[in-house]
Every structure is written in structure tokens, then in C-alpha cells.
């Protein structure tokens, strides 16, 4: 029995590891990109199921390892918070949102895929603007509920065409290793050392 999948693809296996890749499918009269899913209908326009507060199962269909879909604990639509950083050198570029779906397709197929909460549907980060982000590695959170993805960014992470979604820094009073943590604002305008 075949597992749940976008219809237009089938599980491959290779040295041990197996990932789902595609076949060609027409899509307005182009083709997919090499092995990066692309959910069909049935699969993109299911909205999310409601499931209160402590949601405990998937929103979508979803082909994820039921042993990591076990350990996420999601919001009510069935999301788990994904930090994106470069892998390299640390810095985090953005945050986005995966379901039990896009993860699976995250650590199949190497290319970070989210759920846009606005469109309802699965996007490849760079498959419109070639920007994209090769997968390194992914971790979950102690509690479940986020997960930090490594990747080789290319091009710009954020939409605005800035390498990081982090470019507006706001005023914060710095802290030190031993502050209380209540000794208010630095009114000098000075960093503490």
C-alpha cells in the first residue's frame, strides 16, 4: 500500500533513505521542478481542521514519520512555528509556518517548504523568486511546538529583499549576567558591561 502523498508522486528509495520525488505533471502547461513536491488540489485547498487549543493531530493529509508528527504539539491550525536560520553562521533569517506536510516535504526533499497561512497552500521558499533554501539540517524544540531549520540561503531571505526578516531593531534596555532585573531603564542611553 502506498502512503498518503501529493497523487503525483511516488516514494523512492536510494542508499537507505527514502524521499518522495515527482513526475512530471502538467501544471498550465508547464512541468514541475525536479523533486520538489507539489501538492494537488485535494491536499492544498483542505482547510484546516478545527481542534482547539491543544491540537493533537495533523490539520492536513500528510506522509511525516508518525514518530515525529507524535512529538509536535501544534496550534489550533495544526502548525508548528519553523525558525529559519543560515547555517553557517547562525544568524536567523526568518520565521515562517509548517504543518505535518511540509515538514515531510522539508526533510524529504531538501528544499524548505511552509504553509502559507494567507494563501492556504504549500510554498517552496525560492520557487517563485529564486531565493531559495537548501536544507542543512532540521531540529525540534523541547515542547514540540517549533522547529529550527539550518539552510544555505541563496538570494534574500525576507520578501522586502533583505537577507533576514530581522532588520528593524527596537529600543531594549541591555541586561548583564547578576542584573535583578528590575532596575528599570538605562536612562544614560548607555549599553551595561
Known amino acids: 500500500m502506498r502512503p498518503a502523498g501529493p497523487s503525483n508522486a511516488f516514494l523512492k528509495e536510494s542508499h537507505g533513505t527514502r524521499a518522495w520525488a515527482t513526475s512530471p505533471a502538467p501544471t498550465g502547461g508547464a512541468e514541475q521542478s525536479d523533486a520538489v513536491p507539489v501538492?494537488?488540489?485535494?491536499?492544498?485547498?483542505?482547510?484546516?481542521?478545527?481542534?482547539?487549543?491543544?491540537a493533537t493531530g495533523p490539520a492536513r493529509p500528510?506522509?511525516?514519520d508518525p514518530a515525529i508528527a507524535a512529538r509536535l504539539r501544534r496550534t489550533a491550525e495544526g502548525l508548528v512555528a519553523a525558525v529559519v536560520r543560515q547555517?553557517?553562521?547562525g544568524e536567523v533569517l526568518m520565521v515562517a509556518w509548517m504543518d505535518d506536510e511540509a515538514?515531510?516535504?522539508?526533510?524529504?526533499?531538501?528544499?524548505?517548504?511552509?504553509?502559507?497561512?494567507s494563501r492556504r497552500e504549500y510554498w517552496?521558499?525560492?520557487?517563485t523568486s529564486g531565493?531559495?533554501?537548501?536544507?542543512?539540517?532540521?531540529?525540534?524544540?523541547?515542547?514540540?511546538?517549533?522547529?529550527?531549520?539550518s539552510v544555505d540561503q541563496v538570494g534574500a531571505a525576507c520578501h522586502t529583499g533583505s537577507g533576514s526578516c530581522f532588520f528593524t531593531v527596537l529600543?531594549?534596555?541591555?541586561?548583564?549576567?547578576?542584573?535583578s532585573g528590575d532596575a528599570g531603564p538605562d536612562l544614560a542611553g548607555e549599553e551595561r558591561r
Open 87 to 89: 547555517h553557517d553562521s
Open 103 to 117: 515538514l515531510h516535504r522539508t526533510l524529504t526533499t531538501g528544499r524548505a517548504t511552509y504553509w502559507s497561512r
Open 39 to 54: 501538492p494537488d488540489a485535494s491536499v492544498a485547498d483542505t482547510p484546516p481542521r478545527a481542534t482547539g487549543p491543544a
Open 124 to 127: 517552496v521558499k525560492g520557487a
Open 131 to 149: 531565493h531559495h533554501q537548501y536544507v542543512r539540517s532540521v531540529a525540534l524544540d523541547c515542547d514540540g511546538d517549533a522547529v529550527l531549520v
Open 171 to 179: 529600543p531594549a534596555t541591555v541586561g548583564a549576567p547578576g542584573d
Open 62 to 64: 500528510s506522509a511525516l
